[in-house]
């Protein structure tokens, strides 16, 4: 294939500025794989970046998407362990929204077959996340209690599942009632609206009093300093983003007061700065995917020329776990 379709961010205003543009396909670079893109993920960075506010901040035009699956057409000749036809999942700082994707050797693991193209396409980036923030920060332990906020979106249901899965009560928000079912589909043991001007008392009620081991937060804004009043003593807090688009401000005097520590979470940076935690969480990746641990809930789905409609499902905060792109055309 000498030539590719992909959506084409032309100036940052937004996701109205994709456009469908054709691409030249261009030659592979030592260590490269090329994909032939089946499914991407969008994840809330993605809208972000149309915007021109996410802390990697492309030029225009430039290819959104930070994850994909699909099936490897070529690989460059110094490439070892991928051969065309591997059907993988990749993950990247952007290009996913596109037939074809070139990364590098060291961003593609095997699709598992528990996972489908759409759920690989789903599964890297909020499943890293909340690994690298449960286990390598948080060191959540088996008895312990979570309240992860934000729990209906795409990272929050991760971390809703991996903390299950590690053996943790956990407690979740959601801010409808269709989200808050699926946060308990997702295996949360109670779900609170995180408008609930009591959920801080109603976290510790679900903790005979003591409050949660763990806040996981994705959310930011006003609900973290809520969330902090639901924090045990010795307590771990999460800052995993800012999804709200507020950055909160905590006083340090009731940090002090309630000894709990803030622990900031980069899931894609730190293994990079430390190759021996990127190899360890490689290895922890690669056996939660196999077991098909934190299957994405994927709710929306549209096709490649449609991906305007599916960062305004972000946008207007409709999403409830995954929003993915295909790669078809639309009739």
Request: glycine share 10%.
């Amino acid at each position: 294939m000498t030539s590719f379709r992909g959506a084409i961010c032309t100036a940052l205003t937004g996701p109205e500025s994709i456009q469908m543009q054709t691409r030249e396909a261009r030659p592979l670079a030592s260590g490269e794989v090329r994909i032939a893109v089946k499914a991407a993920g969008l994840n809330f960075p993605d809208l972000l970046m149309t915007h021109g506010k996410y802390q990697f901040r492309p030029d225009p035009p430039f290819v959104p998407g930070l994850e994909a699956a699909g099936e490897v057409i070529e690989v460059a000749p110094d490439v070892q362990g991928i051969k065309p036809g591997d059907r993988v999942m990749a993950g990247g700082k952007g290009g996913a929204l596109a037939e074809q994707w070139i990364v590098n050797e060291a961003a593609v693991s095997p699709l598992p077959p528990a996972l489908t193209f759409s759920q690989g396409a789903c599964w890297q980036t909020g499943a890293s996340t909340a690994w690298h923030a449960l286990i390598a920060r948080g060191h959540l332990q088996p008895a312990e209690s979570v309240l992860v906020l934000g729990a209906s979106g795409g990272v929050g249901m991760a971390a809703v599942k991996m903390a299950k899965h590690i053996g943790a009560t956990v407690i979740g928000t959601g801010s409808t009632e269709e989200k808050r079912d699926a946060i308990r589909q997702a295996g949360a043991d109670h779900v609170l609206n995180p408008a609930d001007k009591d959920l801080a008392a109603k976290v510790k009620q679900f903790t005979d009093g003591k409050g949660v081991d763990v806040v996981f937060d994705p959310v930011g804004g006003d609900l973290a300093l809520t969330a902090t009043r639901a924090i045990a003593w010795d307590g771990r807090y999460l800052i995993v983003g800012f999804a709200s688009g507020g950055i909160p401000s905590f006083p340090a005097n009731h940090v002090m007061i309630k000894t709990y520590s803030l622990i900031g979470v980069r899931a894609g940076e730190s293994p990079r700065r430390d190759p021996a935690l990127a190899k360890r969480q490689s290895a922890a990746l690669r056996e939660l995917a196999a077991d098909g641990i934190m299957q994405p809930y994927i709710s929306h789905s549209f096709p490649l020329n449609e991906t305007i409609k599916a960062l305004s499902v972000l946008e207007q905060r409709e999403a409830i776990g995954r929003v993915v792109v295909e790669m078809k055309t639309s009739s």
